[in-house]
């Protein structure tokens, strides 16, 4: 349990730098990634308009899944700032910095994964408006992910502690995202 303290702080910490940042925001819409429903993981996410170029998006995940021999239970939380090349945000090519937090207890078959990883990285996307309130973008992230985790045999006893920490590139984030502006 010690992993999901350091994800919550971790989590806490990132919100605060989020809040720390001015906002006017004029626009504000809520989202929710197609891509993420399809592997039965809930999601919602917001974004707030912070000027003429700059958005911070704010999503969170969850996902309860048991299938079988598979486990797939995670939450997550990953702000982000993007730039917006086009004077309207929602609109056109994007590039943004997206940092975040997960905790999860997974089972693969015979193997265990019980822990949490922290991750940052680049982000591209384009949005394209579909009506006066609707918007949809095609995101892709890619960056640095640092795993702490228990990782065991299904046959093995669980160990005490984490013994597998690893930091390697990663694809962080893959979506198509239908956004409902409010006004």
Do not use: C
């Amino acid at each position: 349990m010690i992993h999901v303290a350091k994800t919550l702080r971790l989590t806490m910490m990132l919100l605060t730098l989020a809040a720390s940042i001015p906002l006017s925001a004029q626009r504000v819409g809520f989202k929710t990634n197609a891509l993420y429903w399809l592997t039965g993981t809930a999601n919602a996410g917001v974004e707030l308009r912070m000027s003429r170029h700059y958005t911070l998006n704010l999503e969170a995940a969850v996902n309860p899944l048991k299938f079988g021999d598979y486990k797939l239970h995670l939450a997550s939380f990953t702000p982000e700032v993007r730039y917006w090349f086009s004077a309207r945000p929602g609109a056109g090519h994007f590039v943004g910095i997206m940092a975040g937090a997960t905790a999860y207890d997974i089972r693969l078959k015979d193997t265990f994964y019980y822990g949490s990883a922290i991750y940052a990285g680049p982000t591209y996307g384009y949005g394209i408006v579909l009506g006066r309130r609707w918007n949809v973008e095609g995101t892709i992230g890619l960056g640095l992910m640092h795993v702490n985790e228990k990782k065991y045999g299904i046959n093995e006893q669980a160990p005490v502690g984490a013994n597998h920490k690893s930091t390697k590139p990663f694809p962080l984030k893959a979506g198509i995202t239908f956004t409902y502006i409010l006004r």
